[in-house]
């Protein structure tokens, strides 16, 4: 079941793109490099926020890191699933049990490809091993 994504209070820092992310909005992106603030498509079960804008390499990357804001999932996910991300930076469902960082919960449900709104908030899940 979808529901319509939506925004609310985004909090949105700015990084430096690396590489060229122009075909990744709305995707999650993790840290590459602290010192520099550097952004890049997040690893599978990683992930620091979700990219607003489609920056090439070098450019301004605007990144969602609290509030309500819309992610592209790789697979269906349902309102009320812990979300992570796979290697792409595709929003994908956390499995209960692995060792998933989780970026958020999916207020609204969404088909593979599709946006949901997800409230981010950022911890390693409860059930995980080595959290």
Request: aromatic share 6%; with cysteine; hydrophobic share 45%.
């Amino acid at each position: 079941m979808s529901g319509f994504a939506f925004t609310l209070n985004e909090e949105v820092l700015s990084f430096t793109a690396s590489g060229d992310l122009s075909l990744c909005q709305n995707r999650v992106v993790d840290m590459i490099t602290n010192a520099d603030l550097v952004i890049g498509l997040a690893p599978a079960a990683g992930g620091y926020g979700v990219l607003l804008n489609a920056p090439k390499d070098g450019q301004p990357a605007s990144v969602v890191v609290a509030g309500i804001t819309m992610v592209r999932v790789g697979a269906a996910v349902q309102a009320g699933n812990d979300l992570t991300s796979a290697a792409s930076g595709w929003a994908v469902a956390d499995v209960s049990g692995t060792s998933e960082r989780v970026i958020g919960r999916a207020l609204t449900g969404a088909a593979s490809g599709s946006l949901a709104s997800v409230h981010l908030r950022q911890f390693y899940h409860p059930n995980s091993v080595g959290a």
